[in-house]
T-cell receptor
Framework: AQTVTQSQPEMSVQEAETVTLSCTYD???????LFWYKQPPSRQMILVIR??????QNATENRFSVNFQKAAKSFSLKISDSQLGDAAMYFC????????????FGTGTRLKVLA | GAVVSQHPSWVICKSGTSVKIECRSL??????MFWYRQFPKQSLMLMAT?????????EQGVEKDKFLINHASLTLSTLTVTSAHPEDSSFYIC????????????FGPGTRLTVT
């Protein structure tokens, strides 16, 4: 069975600085999808970024980018130029390419942004 | 696009009563919908997977007779918490998946259930 691990329960970053959130996973599948979701205080889950395992190029979305290391089964999220609005819980998720389409979530990292 | 709504956003009910939560995909059809439960400061815990027109698949440890799920159409799934007790108080989130060829699940805004 697949597992997702987020080893940082909480992180802090100064406004305008860069922070990296860690995520590792375990799977025997060669093809899969990885996601980072943001959950602000409103608790609405917001997709931050998505990575397909068959793509070697790291995904980027504006200030958000990932470092996808398939062999190491690592999928970290880098937030550049951190803003106060980035403060939230961040969840890493894994999804198989077929079957039930369900997510395996990590335990989350709470990001605090300091003014 | 890809909006999912949940109703109600907040509900209070008395112990022993039942409460129904609706999850709708507003601008797409969802072959699969998921129901999650989230305790404060914790991750989302998958309760069940529902496919339109078939019985829901419950995760281990989830009481299917307490948490009734109906996926009556490609845009609507409901979760009914039967004979609710205070320990059922939680935040319930649904998500919808458009089907093969899609990448991500689309999440509703969640429903806060308080059982008194």
């Amino acid at each position: 069975a697949q597992t997702v691990t987020q080893s940082q329960p909480e992180m802090s970053v100064q406004e305008a600085e860069t922070v990296t959130l860690s995520c590792t996973y375990d799977t025997s599948e060669s093809d899969y999808y990885l996601f980072w979701y943001k959950q602000p205080p409103s608790r609405q889950m917001i997709l931050v970024i998505r990575q397909e395992a068959y793509k070697q190029q790291n995904a980027t979305e504006n200030r958000f980018s990932v470092n996808f290391q398939k062999a190491a089964k690592s999928f970290s999220l880098k937030i550049s130029d951190s803003q106060l609005g980035d403060a939230a819980m961040y969840f890493c998720a894994y999804r198989s390419p077929s079957g039930t389409y369900k997510y395996i979530f990590g335990t989350g990292t709470r990001l605090k942004v300091l003014a | 696009g890809a909006v999912v709504s949940q109703h109600p956003s907040w509900v209070i009910c008395k112990s022993g009563t039942s409460v129904k939560i609706e999850c709708r995909s507003l601008d797409f059809q969802a072959t699969t919908m998921f129901w999650y439960r989230q305790f404060p400061k914790q991750s989302l815990m998958l309760m069940a997977t529902s496919n339109e027109g078939s019985k829901a698949t419950y995760e281990q440890g989830v009481e299917k007779d307490k948490f009734l799920i109906n996926h009556a159409s490609l845009t609507l799934s409901t979760l009914t918490v039967t004979s609710a007790h205070p320990e059922d108080s939680s935040f319930y989130i649904c998500s919808a998946f458009p089907g093969q060829g899609s990448y991500e699940q689309y999440f509703g805004p969640g429903t806060r259930l308080t059982v008194t």
